[in-house]
T-cell receptor, first 113, second 118 residues
Framework: LAKTTQPISMDSYEGQEVNITCSHN???????ITWYQQFPSQGPRFIIQ???TKVTNEVASLFIPADRKSSTLSLPRVSLSDTAVYYC??????????????FGRGTSLIVHP | DAGVTQSPTHLIKTRGQQVTLRCSPK?????VSWYQQALGQGPQFIFQ???????QRGNFPDRFSGHQFPNYSSELNVNALLLGDSALYLC?????????????????FGPGTRLTVT
């Protein structure tokens, strides 16, 4: 099974850049890496997805090294509204082409004024 | 453009009862997945429906069953409720993916149904 490991919690301040790293040593060849954001009592919200190297959109960047055994979500200039739980998601590497999306335990990011 | 909708918002049931939760996917999406999220935990994958069939299933007992209708909406049924079934149940929709697509998996989640079993 592909297992993800993330820090349980992180603290930052408004205006800073935040980098959250996820380890996924058993990632399968066909797996993409996807990050979600979740606020209390809401469903997760898609942030960014990538396969290798670097991906950037209007809210975040995703850095993936060549071996793909980890990934780093980068949030530029965070604000108080970025306080949330962030999940790294990869497949479980099951054989036969099946794909079981497996959320990690998530990283609770708290942004302070 | 309506996103993913779920009903009801909250539900209280007694142990042993049965419950049905409903989900309408985002417009244009054909795949629906269901997740269970216990307090303080990440979402756990229950199953996924595509073309009205269960395509993938997580580690959940047969008490959890589902259905997808021709309009892509879906239901989650849970029989013989246990206290441990109390959780936030999330529905997520996406476009079909598979081996040739490289397992891209951008999902759109609904607000969830909070189920309390007493």
């Amino acid at each position: 099974l592909a297992k993800t490991t993330q820090p349980i919690s992180m603290d930052s301040y408004e205006g800073q850049e935040v980098n959250i790293t996820c380890s996924h040593n058993n990632i399968a060849t066909n797996d993409y890496i996807t990050w979600y954001q979740q606020f209390p009592s809401q469903g997760p919200r898609f942030i960014i997805q990538g396969y290798k190297t670097k991906v950037t959109n209007e809210v975040a960047s995703l850095f993936i090294p060549a071996d793909r055994k980890s990934s780093t979500l980068s949030l530029p200039r965070v604000s108080l509204s970025d306080t949330a739980v962030y999940y790294c998601l990869v497949g479980d590497g099951a054989s036969g082409g099946s794909y079981i999306p497996t959320f990690g335990r998530g990283t609770s990011l708290i942004v302070h004024p | 453009d309506a996103g993913v909708t779920q009903s009801p918002t909250h539900l209280i049931k007694t142990r042993g009862q049965q419950v049905t939760l409903r989900c309408s996917p985002k417009s244009g999406h054909d795949t629906v997945s269901w997740y269970q999220q216990a307090l303080g935990q990440g979402p756990q994958f229950i199953f996924q429906y595509y073309e009205e069939e269960e395509r993938q299933r997580g580690n959940f007992p047969d008490r959890f069953s589902g259905h997808q209708f021709p309009n892509y909406s879906s239901e989650l049924n849970v029989n013989a409720l246990l206290l441990g079934d109390s959780a936030l149940y999330l529905c997520a929709s996406s476009l079909a993916s598979g081996p040739l697509a490289g397992f891209t998996y951008e999902q759109y989640f609904g607000p969830g149904t909070r189920l309390t079993v007493t």
